[in-house]
């Protein structure tokens, strides 16, 4: 038997399986909580090296390995936000990104609109980054406060409140649109 065989190993391509899966939304998902892209890629190949040597469940698609990933990729971004504000350059890396920033485009809707503009983005930034993280996993991610709990590791009921806190708290700022919008 060949040692170097070129031949992929089952797990090796339910693994790239996984990847193709996830891959994508989690991109999106860790470049909303970070609002830097710089860091999004490293933080995202991170979480799925973090998954190649530490998951221990069936090598498939499901509620628990998104549940993992997730709560993985939070955590190594919350830790690389961290790292990095210390250094001073996640400021400048956002300030970056708000300017290359672009309008909502014509055929958006109006709610798509109003959660992917700089009106908004602007907003978030008067949350904490707890109430941040959650709003962008319901609003983006439209996740369950379920699945929002198991992500964080907060409760289904403190993730219920801190939702509720922060989306009044976007409303307020951004003159009630929210509320008349239906959040």
């Known amino acids: 038997m060949n ?3 070129k031949r992929k190993r089952p797990e090796q391509s339910a693994f790239e399986a996984l990847v193709a899966s996830y891959e994508r939304k989690l991109l999106g998902y860790v470049s909303r909580l970070t609002g830097a892209s710089v860091f999004v890629e ?3 190949q991170e979480t799925f090296i973090k998954l190649s040597q530490q998951w221990r ?9 998104s549940a993992w990933l997730y709560k ?3 955590n190594v971004a ?3 936000l961290r790292r990095e504000s210390r250094r001073g350059e996640i400021n400048r890396s956002h300030a970056q990104l708000l300017d290359e920033s672009e309008a909502p485009t014509a055929g ?8 992917d503009g700089q009106r908004v983005r602007d907003a978030l930034e008067i949350l904490s980054s707890r109430e941040r993280n959650l709003v962008v996993l319901k609003v983006y991610e439209e996740k369950s406060y379920k699945e ?8 289904v009921s403190n993730v219920g409140y801190i939702l509720h806190t922060a989306m009044r708290k976007l409303a307020n700022h951004l ?3 929210g509320e008349r919008n239906g959040n």
């Open 72 to 74: 993985v990729a939070h």
């Open 78 to 80: 919350i830790d690389t």
């Open 108 to 115: 958006q809707g109006a709610v798509e609109g109003l959660f």
């Open 148 to 155: 929002i709990a198991a992500i964080t590791g907060l409760s």
């Open 42 to 44: 490293d933080i995202v």
């Open 175 to 177: 003159g009630g649109e």
């Open 57 to 65: 469940g069936a090598w498939e698609p499901s509620s628990q390995i």
């Open 3 to 5: 040692l170097f065989s």
